[in-house]
């Protein structure tokens, strides 16, 4: 009797460590799905590839969720979860209200992910593959990515708009920003070539041209002829919705974007602040000058943010923007995981 409980508690201990172990070996890897989901890769890039034809912009604002995504909470799809009238989600965040979009290519993938294997690529590892899609149908990196993430059970507004960095912020506060997630300076000025690509709203800039820094008068730094190009664009009375494009070349991923900084014409104040801040600026004139050393970099950061985890327990989602229905009894069991990766 006594020798059989040991037994049990014995075999429990060995359960409870090789799920620990599952759950750190399951941890992200290239080629997760070659198994359960071969077409998974193909499936993502075909989406995206038919989203860039139908609207060249979208595949930007998907790239963009990578970043809305994993600095809040890790990289775990909470920023598509749509608001229920028991939680907000981070949608309608400070960063994201009247800016985020495109979510229905992401759920263009996940229908055709949901049909080809049914419950099991999770939406946060579609938004891992999207951007990179973007990035690589645009004429910028390919590269392989890790896989194996979660999806949330929850979202947090508040978190998100704690967190997310206004278009205003500096170098130096988006420096301290990064660091909390162990990215360098090097990642900031790198991922922050992600402007390459896609467009922003006037509402963005009205303070740069007008009011910067409370002075009544617009940011120095921008060259005069833009300063010209973007008060046209963006007059004082403009419907702040109107876009502007983020760099000169904004469907083609290139280093443009860096050029247009080291010539003053940046289109957000926290872009152009990369080139008039010392700790940041020779980055900004190395990526401006090779494009190679950008490219790689990129990929770097890229995969740096990929890798940033959520410590909360988590599910395939089958539909992005929800939670999957769940029965009481495997909400405990998702209690006890957790407790298991919090060792
Ligand atoms: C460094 C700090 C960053 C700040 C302050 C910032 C801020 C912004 C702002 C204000 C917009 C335009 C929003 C609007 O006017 O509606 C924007 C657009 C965009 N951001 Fe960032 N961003 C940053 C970093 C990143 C990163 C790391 C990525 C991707 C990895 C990214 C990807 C994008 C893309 C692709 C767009 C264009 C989206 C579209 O056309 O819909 N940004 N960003
Ligand atoms: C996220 O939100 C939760 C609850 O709203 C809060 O307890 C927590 O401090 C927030 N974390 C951050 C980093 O804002
Ligand atoms: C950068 O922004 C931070 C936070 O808003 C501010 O405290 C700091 O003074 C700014 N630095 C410079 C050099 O403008
Ligand atoms: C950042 O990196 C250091 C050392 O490389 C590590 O100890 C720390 O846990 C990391 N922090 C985060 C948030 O990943
Ligand atoms: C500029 O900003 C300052 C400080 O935020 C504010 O007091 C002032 O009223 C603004 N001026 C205009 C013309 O909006
Ligand atoms: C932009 O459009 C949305 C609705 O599409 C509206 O609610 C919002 O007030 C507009 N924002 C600005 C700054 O005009």
């Not at 395939?316 to 998702?334: F, L, T, W, Y």
């Amino acid at each position: 009797m006594f020798q059989d409980k040991t037994k049990i508690t014995m075999l429990m201990f060995l359960i409870f460590i090789i799920n620990i172990i599952i759950v750190t070996s399951t941890d992200l890897r290239p080629g997760y799905y070659s198994k359960t989901c071969p077409q998974a890769e193909t499936t993502v890039r075909d989406v995206m590839r038919n989203a860039l034809k139908k609207e060249p912009r979208s595949v930007a604002s998907v790239m963009r969720f990578q970043f809305h995504d994993c600095f809040v909470n890790g990289c775990d799809g909470s920023v598509l979860l749509d608001d229920t009238p028991t939680m907000l989600g981070e949608k309608l965040a400070l960063s994201n209200i009247n800016s985020l979009r495109s979510f229905e290519v992401v759920d263009e993938v996940k229908e055709a992910l949901e049909k080809a294997c049914p419950g099991v690529v999770s939406c946060a590892d579609i938004i891992i593959m999207a951007s990179r899609d973007a990035v690589a149908l645009t004429g910028g990196p390919d590269w392989e990515v890790r896989l194996g993430r979660l999806d949330s059970l929850t979202a947090s507004q508040d978190n998100s708009s704690n967190i997310m960095p206004s278009p205003r912020t500096n170098a130096t506060a988006l420096i301290t920003l990064f660091q909390k997630y162990n990215l360098s300076v090097k990642d900031l000025v790198a991922l922050s070539g992600s402007h390459s690509i896609g467009k922003a709203r006037c509402f963005s800039i009205m303070f740069r041209l007008y009011n910067q820094s409370g002075s009544g008068k617009p940011d120095p730094a921008i060259d005069h002829v833009f300063r010209a190009e973007l008060d046209k664009l963006c007059p004082r009375d403009v419907d702040q919705n109107k876009t502007g494009n983020l760099d000169a070349t904004p469907v083609i991923f290139d280093n443009q974007y860096f050029k247009d900084l080291v010539g003053g014409r940046g289109f957000l104040n926290s872009d152009q602040t990369l080139f008039t801040f010392p700790q940041t600026k020779g980055f900004v004139s190395l990526f401006s000058e090779d494009q190679s050393e950008f490219f790689k970099a990129f990929v770097e950061g890229m995969l740096k943010l990929g890798d940033l985890q959520s410590d909360k327990p988590g599910e395939v989602r089958k539909n992005c923007r929800v939670v999957n229905a769940r029965p009481a009894h495997i909400m405990s069991e998702d209690k006890m995981k957790n407790s298991d990766l919090s060792v």
